[in-house]
C-alpha cells in the first residue's frame, strides 16, 4: 500500500475507531452535533459552505481536541496506518516509504486511534488528496496556496463545532498550515506538535536555487500526486502574518535520510533542498518555537507511521499541558 506523496517525498519522486456515525444530510453530508459536549463521532463530508464539503473523521472525548494534519498529497487515512513492525524498513539505514518501499497497514497502534482513547482528535482530506469514493473534498484548481488551506481548516473546525483551543498536529506540508493558522487564529491553538515539518525558515539554511527548484517540485502535480502547493509563497504569507504566540510546542525530526539513488539522473542533476538542509531548519524552528527538537526518532520522513507510539506521547505531553494550563486558569479565576 503506497501513498507516500509529501512535500518531501514529491521533491524526491519528481526532482503519502469504531463507534456511533454522525447522523447526515438526505445529501450525504455529515452533520455534526448540535450540542458539542456530546462529541459524536464523525466519519463523512462535512458541509462548509459556498457549495463545498470537506471529509473529516473524529473521535474519542475530551478536551482539548487535537487536529491531525497530513502532509502534501496525503490524508486523513495516513494516521490510521503504521509502518508494518516486521517490515525491514525499519533497520534500512535510508527512508524507503515516498518510493513506496514499506506495508502500510491500518492499525489501533496508530496515532489517530491512540489519541482518542485519551482525548478528542479529529482529522480530514485536503482537496485532492483522494478522489476515490463517494465521500471526497470537493476538489480546488491546483498548484494552490497555505491560505486556502487555513481557510479550509477554519471552515470546518467551524462546521464541526468543535472547541478550541486545539492542540495542533501537522507533518511536512502541513506545518505551513498549522504556522498560518496559529497566527490567523491565535485564541483557537492552545499548542503545536510539528512532525518533520516544512517550514519558512528554509530560506535561511539553503540557497534560492535550491529553494526555488524545490517550490517548482512541490507546485508539480500528476495523476497519481494531484495536490500541488506553493511553498515560497507560503513562506511569505507567514512571514508576513502577526507573531506567533507562545505556546507549548515540540518538534520532531526524521534520522533516516531520504534516498535519492532511486531518482532519474536528469532529475538528480537538479540542485534542490538536501536533508541536511532539512534537519538545518528544523533545529532553527525549534528554537524560534522554544521547543525541544527530538531528533532520535528511528524514522525516516514519515514518523508518525515509523514510530506512532513516539508521536502520540508526543500529543499527550503537550495536551497536558493544555489541560494543566486550563486548569491553573480556571484556579486563579
Known amino acids: 500500500m503506497a501513498r507516500r506523496s509529501s512535500a518531501i517525498a514529491l521533491c524526491a519522486a519528481v ?17 455534526p452535533s448540535p450540542d458539542p459536549a456530546r462529541q459524536l463521532d464523525v466519519d463523512g463530508v462535512i458541509d462548509v459552505g459556498d457549495g463545498r464539503g470537506i471529509y473529516a473523521k473524529c473521535a474519542g472525548q475530551g ?9 502534501k498529497g496525503n490524508g ?20 524507503g516509504l515516498p518510493w513506496g518501499l514499506g506495508t502500510l497497514e491500518p492499525s489501533d497502534d496508530a496515532v489517530f486511534p491512540s489519541v482518542a482513547r485519551f482525548t478528542r482528535v479529529c482529522t480530514y482530506d485536503r482537496p485532492d488528496v483522494r478522489i476515490d469514493g463517494d465521500d471526497v473534498t470537493t476538489p480546488r484548481a491546483q498548484p494552490h496556496t497555505v491560505d486556502l488551506d487555513v481557510d479550509d481548516l477554519h471552515a470546518l473546525m467551524t462546521s464541526l463545532e468543535e472547541p478550541g483551543p486545539y492542540v495542533v498536529v501537522s507533518h511536512s506540508y502541513g506545518g505551513l498550515i498549522a504556522a498560518l493558522y496559529a497566527r490567523q487564529y491565535p485564541d483557537d491553538v492552545g499548542g503545536l506538535v510539528m512532525v518533520d515539518t516544512v ?26 500526486v494531484r495536490e500541488g502547493v506553493k511553498l515560497i509563497d507560503a513562506f511569505e504569507q507567514i ?3 502577526s507573531p506567533l504566540p507562545e505556546l507549548p510546542a515540540v518538534v520532531l525530526s526524521a534520522d533516516k535520510p531520504w534516498r535519492t539513488d532511486l531518482l532519474p ?19 532553527l524552528l525549534a528554537a524560534e518555537l522554544g521547543a ?7 524514522s525516516g520522513h514519515d514518523i508518525y507511521l515509523y514510530n506512532p507510539a513516539l508521536v502520540t506521547d508526543e500529543i ?7 489541560r494543566a494550563d486550563d486548569s491553573a486558569v480556571g484556579a486563579a479565576q
Open 239 to 241: 512571514n508576513a502574518a
Open 292 to 298: 525541544e527538537n527530538i531528533t532520535q526518532t528511528m
Open 15 to 31: 526532482l503519502a475507531l469504531a463507534g456511533c456515525t454522525a447522523p447526515t444530510n438526505d445529501d450525504g453530508a455529515v452533520q
Open 265 to 283: 539522473a536528469e532529475i538528480a542533476r537538479v540542485e534542490t533542498v538536501t536533508f541536511d538542509d532539512w534537519l538545518a531548519s528544523l533545529e
Open 316 to 322: 499527550r505531553g503537550i495536551v497536558d499541558t493544555v
Open 63 to 71: 478536551h482539548p481536541t487535537v487536529i491531525l494534519i497530513a502532509g
Open 199 to 224: 517550514t519558512p525558515l528554509m530560506a535561511d539554511v539553503t540557497s534560492a536555487d535550491r529553494l526555488g527548484n524545490w517550490d517548482a517540485s512541490n507546485a508539480t502535480t500528476s495523476p497519481q
Open 76 to 95: 486523513a487515512r495516513d494516521w490510521q496506518d503504521v509502518l508494518a513492525p516486521d517490515d525491514p524498513a525499519h533497520d534500512a539505514p535510508l527512508d
